[in-house]
């Protein structure tokens, strides 16, 4: 019997949008296999077994429930208290490498896609335990089998003999098979949480009936709102609430309850939450607080809550949270107990705290932002920021997603969802705690660079998440994203009746790297046609003080369609009482016969009414009160729109690699060193370098200065001497590096030179000197939440003085690794910045990209430095002069690919997510 693998004891969504629980078979499963056996149909018997089978005898329940779970894998599905499933491979004995898969469903249970996720985790399973290919013997009548293996995106081979089915395919988690698993997760989460935005039916346990009070006044929004579903108060102490009849419990109602809200203390939400699920409840909304944000036995009485809401196939938002609302006139739905209803609108939100959401609900009410959905997640025991951005991502009435976060429940998933719904739908996101960011004990240069905040920074760079400061400018990229095209572009033009304001608009858009080109002289005289004489037509266009209506609405659309600016900008400070309610209006209608993708934002200075005069009835022109609030939130839309048209690139193969080389030097090298890991030795660093094709330079490790004599010597001429020592980490600052030493006598007495300076060391490395070229950095850090996160800046002694660097998520795409190339500061010492050498760039970009790949085939490593790495004069390539790896031994049974496999809703062994912080506490006596 091998080690049980509690990593596979995971929840998965099912097509249907309900959540089952999937773990590893065990010894004492028998009663429930003999049980689910006996529930199977002759015709299911039969498929499974290729015969007619009338029971199990003892022997076969011993041999079913005893696996090693590794040549041996077998994993169940639970429903009720019973398996609803069963899958398991079997490791070929002529082919170790080749596993036999089989399947079985109980009837009732057919059809909502068990044997699909069990593929999934099988193949997964397989794959770390050095399976490459399942094998699969199929009745051709077992058509539900066959179309599970045609649709889950592996490459099938197909024969048949004797009238069965040999089914082979590698379990090789190629892009096919990832996009089919992405596929049925989006559909299955969007499917699951649909209850919680579209309920035909309502209840709210704790609906109270004293004014002021949350369980009232939630029961309340939801009454006023016009919910077009029944609505159930409940209340074991009152027959009617706001004139509708209470029942005692949930379960005295005598209909269909799709969703609950529960706002009772937190000592009765588990009774109320086995109710719900008794009566066949889909969604919860648990608005009382004292769960996991208490700590202590919070954590264990929201895990008790989530065990309840899983096994009674529910979606839950919150604990501790503020509840949830959807404008669509086909829901009219508004389950919080928040003072303001906001206008109806395309942008989604997020929040994890409930009192900022009070106040952004304001904020949106009171701006005119329209909002399709709001979501207070509280603690995120079950839905989390990922269900949702699922569930937006196809959401007609969406355009626009907004984020407030506080934490990440799992990172990897967030940057995978977020990549791939940001090029449909822009994301927004203000993420809080960047002063609060986790310092480490640092051994790298690269590890003294990352922080928490420059891995958030790394992910949202990689997903395309608009990331912003405040609240204030969330809402002002989110409206002009909702509202208008993405910036084709960086060109602005800008249009105002005032000068000062235009010079500090253009101030903030250069400043933002944004530019505002001259107007050509045809499109001057144009402008200049319909102006008085003193007016400025070269941009900005300053239209003077006395600006009609008429001369903007002439003005604007000249520019609009003109193709020689991608934004317009649009400054009107009001000189009259009736300004506004002229000038905003013509706008309006010159928007609404715009054509062309040009992006149209106003600036409205001293005037809080012009909002609702710059909505027509086809388009809305967002507006702003000063011109460096346009200006902030055009520059994100901008930069998004810049990485909307960059092509995502694809993660290279190198075939030149020598993966289990690597890995067995790693191995050898974690059994020296045991449970701790620690720094690789200098001839293991060279072999892992060696190994994926990454350039060094020759060198030998000397323990006293007859070794370092006798390197230099078959070196052949100059050489550098550095001294190797966990203890020196910037080895110029304590003496510990000496170039140019040339000659017996000059490495001898170099060597009691370093020697004395650095007397705890591990020697000294004698290398081939190399001259010339510009340093660089490039490294990696494996990051506690994100993983492993590539570096990439200028080198040397300025590494931590300068800190011009860039990070990436692992792992690195061919695009990836050139825009990294590209933002930094020092990008243009390597295209020959004031007649320097340039750089061999093409040499620098496959290093990042092997250094990437090394990562990915040797996941032990957690931080790796290069530095400096030399770059020469293109064709002449790249030395690593300088490299330090450190390694850790992984857990047993985890890997990447269990962190984030599509269609699970969580382990049953997380670690408990940072709750959203305790603001409101709705605790009511009913």
């Known amino acids: 019997?091998?080690?049980?693998?509690?990593?596979?004891?995971?929840?998965?969504?099912?097509?249907?949008?309900?959540?089952?629980?999937?773990?590893?078979?065990?010894?004492?499963?028998?009663?429930?296999?003999?049980?689910?056996?006996?529930?199977?149909?002759?015709?299911?018997?039969?498929?499974?077994?290729?015969?007619?089978?009338?029971?199990?005898?003892?022997?076969?329940?011993?041999?079913?429930?005893?696996?090693?779970?590794?040549?041996?894998?077998?994993?169940?599905?639970?429903?009720?208290?019973?398996?609803?499933?069963?899958?398991?491979?079997?490791?070929?004995?002529?082919?170790?490498?080749?596993?036999?898969?089989?399947?079985?469903?109980?009837?009732?249970?057919?059809?909502?896609?068990?044997?699909?996720?069990?593929?999934?985790?099988?193949?997964?399973?397989?794959?770390?335990?050095?399976?490459?290919?399942?094998?699969?013997?199929?009745?051709?009548?077992?058509?539900?089998?066959?179309?599970?293996?045609?649709?889950?995106?592996?490459?099938?081979?197909?024969?048949?003999?004797?009238?069965?089915?040999?089914?082979?395919?590698?379990?090789a988690y190629t892009d096919d098979a990832r996009r089919a698993?992405?596929?049925?997760?989006?559909?299955?989460?969007?499917?699951?949480?649909?209850?919680?935005?579209?309920?035909?039916?309502?209840?709210?346990?704790?609906?109270?009936?004293?004014?002021?009070?949350?369980?009232?006044?939630?029961?309340?929004?939801?009454?006023?709102?016009?919910?077009?579903?029944?609505?159930?108060?409940?209340?074991?102490?009152?027959?009617?609430?706001?004139?509708?009849?209470?029942?005692?419990?949930?379960?005295?109602?005598?209909?269909?309850?799709?969703?609950?809200?529960?706002?009772?203390?937190?000592?009765?939400?588990?009774?109320?939450?086995?109710?719900?699920?008794?009566?066949?409840?889909?969604?919860?909304?648990?608005?009382?607080?004292?769960?996991?944000?208490?700590?202590?036995?919070?954590?264990?009485?929201?895990?008790?809550?989530?065990?309840?809401?899983?096994?009674?196939?529910?979606?839950?938002?919150?604990?501790?949270?503020?509840?949830?609302?959807?404008?669509?006139?086909?829901?009219?739905?508004?389950?919080?107990?928040?003072?303001?209803?906001?206008?109806?609108?395309?942008?989604?939100?997020?929040?994890?705290?409930?009192?900022?959401?009070?106040?952004?609900?304001?904020?949106?009410?009171?701006?005119?932002?329209?909002?399709?959905?709001?979501?207070?997640?509280?603690?995120?025991?079950?839905?989390?920021?990922?269900d949702l951005l699922l569930f937006w991502e196809d959401d007609p009435s969406t355009d626009v997603i907004l984020l407030y976060?506080?934490?990440?429940?799992?990172?990897?998933?967030?940057?995978?969802?977020?990549?791939?719904?940001?090029?449909?739908?822009?994301?927004?996101?203000?993420?809080?705690?960047?002063?609060?960011?986790?310092?480490?004990?640092?051994?790298?240069?690269?590890?003294?660079?990352?922080?928490?905040?420059?891995?958030?920074?790394?992910?949202?760079?990689?997903?395309?998440?608009?990331r912003v400061d405040t609240l204030e400018e969330m809402f002002a990229v989110g409206s002009l994203l909702a509202n208008q095209p993405v910036p084709r572009g960086r060109r602005v033009g800008i249009i105002t009746n005032a000068g000062g304001p235009a010079i500090l608009a253009a101030d903030a858009l250069e400043s933002e790297g944004l530019v505002l080109p001259e107007f050509s002289q045809d499109l001057q005289a144009r402008i200049r046609?319909?102006?008085?004489?003193?007016?400025?037509?070269?941009?900005?266009?300053?239209?003077?003080?006395?600006?009609?209506?008429?001369?903007?609405?002439?003005?604007?659309?000249?520019?609009?369609?003109?193709?020689?600016?991608?934004?317009?900008?649009?400054?009107?400070?009001?000189?009259?009482?009736?300004?506004?309610?002229?000038?905003?209006?013509?706008?309006?209608?010159?928007?609404?016969?715009?054509?062309?993708?040009?992006?149209?934002?106003?600036?409205?200075?001293?005037?809080?009414?012009a909002s609702a005069h710059l909505e027509g009835e086809q388009v809305t022109i967002p507006t702003f009160p000063f011109p460096e609030d346009a200006a902030l939130a055009l520059a994100r839309a901008v930069r998004y729109g810049d990485w909307l048209d960059t092509e995502p690139g694809m993660v290279p193969f190198f075939e030149d690699v020598e993966g289990k080389r690597a890995a067995k030097v790693v191995g050898d090298a974690l059994d020296r060193m045991g449970p701790d890991g620690g720094w690789l030795e200098p001839h293991e660093v060279e072999s892992l370098l060696d190994a994926f094709g990454i350039p060094r330079p020759v060198s030998h490790l000397a323990q006293s200065r007859e070794e370092a004599v006798e390197a230099a010597r078959t070196i052949g001429g100059p050489v550098a001497m550095k001294v190797v020592s966990s203890e020196a980490l910037h080895k110029s600052d304590v003496g510990g590096v000496v170039l140019d030493v040339d000659g017996d006598d000059a490495v001898a007495t170099t060597f009691d030179q370093i020697a004395a300076a650095c007397p705890v060391r591990d020697g000294i490395l004698v290398q081939e000197m190399v001259r010339g070229g510009h340093e660089l950095l490039v490294g990696m850090t494996e990051d506690?939440?994100?993983?492993?996160?590539?570096?990439y800046g200028l080198g040397g002694v300025y590494v931590e003085l300068l800190g011009d660097v860039t990070f990436r998520l692992h792992p690195l795409t061919d695009a990836e690794a050139w825009t990294m190339m590209s933002e930094i500061k020092g990008a243009r010492l390597l295209d020959g910045y004031r007649n320097l050498p340039r750089g061999d760039t093409e040499a620098v970009h496959e290093v990042l990209l092997r250094v990437s790949a090394l990562v990915a085939a040797v996941p032990e490593i957690v931080e790796m430095d290069l530095n400096p790495l030399l770059v020469l004069e293109p064709g002449s390539g790249v030395k690593a002069v300088d490299a330090r790896i450190r390694v850790e031994r992984l857990e047993p049974g985890w890997s990447p690919e269990i962190e984030d496999l599509p269609g699970v809703a969580g382990s049953r062994h997380d670690p408990h997510p940072v709750a959203a912080t305790l603001e409101i506490n709705p605790v009511e006596e009913t």
């Open 181 to 386: 698993a992405e596929d049925r997760e989006k559909r299955a989460v969007a499917a699951s949480v649909l209850p919680l935005f579209f309920p035909r039916s309502i209840a709210v346990v704790g609906a109270s009936t004293r004014v002021g009070s949350i369980g009232n006044t939630l029961f309340r929004n939801l009454l006023h709102t016009g919910f077009g579903g029944t609505l159930y108060p409940v209340n074991p102490t009152a027959g009617v609430v706001n004139a509708v009849k209470a029942y005692p419990k949930i379960s005295d109602i005598p209909d269909e309850v799709d969703l609950a809200f529960i706002v009772v203390p937190a000592e009765h939400v588990l009774g109320v939450a086995r109710e719900c699920a008794a009566k066949g409840v889909r969604g919860l909304v648990v608005i009382s607080a004292g769960f996991g944000e208490v700590g202590g036995s919070g954590h264990g009485l929201e895990d008790e809550l989530l065990a309840i809401v899983r096994d009674g196939g529910m979606r839950m938002v919150g604990p501790n949270c503020m509840g949830l609302l959807n404008t669509a006139p086909s829901a009219n739905l508004n389950g919080t107990f928040a003072p303001v209803f906001p206008p109806a609108g395309n942008i989604a939100m997020s929040s994890q705290s409930g009192a900022l959401g009070i106040a952004i609900l304001e904020f949106a009410r009171r701006n005119r932002i329209g909002i399709s959905q709001f979501v207070s997640v509280g603690n995120k025991a079950d839905v989390s920021g990922n």
């Open 784 to 791: 506690p939440n994100f993983g492993p996160m590539i570096v």
């Open 529 to 609: 046609s319909v102006l008085p004489a003193e007016a400025a037509v070269r941009n900005p266009v300053d239209l003077i003080a006395g600006a009609t209506a008429e001369q903007y609405r002439q003005v604007v659309p000249e520019i609009l369609k003109s193709g020689e600016v991608d934004s317009v900008l649009v400054i009107y400070v009001p000189v009259s009482s009736t300004g506004v309610a002229s000038v905003a209006p013509a706008l309006v209608e010159v928007a609404e016969s715009n054509d062309h993708e040009c992006t149209l934002l106003s600036v409205f200075m001293q005037s809080e009414e």
């Open 405 to 466: 976060l506080e934490s990440f429940g799992n990172p990897r998933r967030f940057a995978r969802l977020a990549r791939r719904i940001a090029r449909k739908k822009p994301i927004v996101a203000v993420k809080s705690g960047r002063t609060k960011a986790g310092s480490r004990a640092a051994s790298s240069h690269t590890g003294a660079l990352a922080s928490m905040d420059v891995a958030v920074d790394a992910m949202f760079n990689h997903a395309g998440v608009i």
């Open 1 to 171: 019997m091998g080690v049980y693998p509690s990593e596979y004891e995971l929840d998965v969504v099912l097509r249907d949008g309900e959540v089952a629980q999937v773990r590893p078979i065990r010894p004492t499963d028998g009663d429930l296999l003999v049980d689910f056996f006996e529930r199977l149909g002759p015709e299911s018997r039969y498929f499974r077994f290729f015969r007619v089978k009338r029971n199990l005898d003892p022997r076969e329940v011993e041999y079913f429930t005893n696996v090693d779970y590794h040549d041996r894998m077998a994993l169940i599905v639970m429903h009720d208290g019973r398996m609803a499933a069963v899958g398991r491979y079997d490791r070929s004995q002529e082919d170790p490498h080749v596993a036999e898969v089989a399947f079985a469903v109980a009837d009732d249970q057919q059809g909502r896609g068990l044997g699909t996720e069990l593929l999934q985790l099988l193949t997964s399973a397989a794959r770390q335990r050095g399976v490459s290919g399942f094998r699969a013997f199929v009745l051709p009548e077992n058509v539900q089998m066959m179309r599970v293996f045609r649709n889950s995106g592996f490459e099938l081979h197909r024969t048949m003999d004797d009238g069965i089915f040999t089914v082979d395919f590698p379990v």
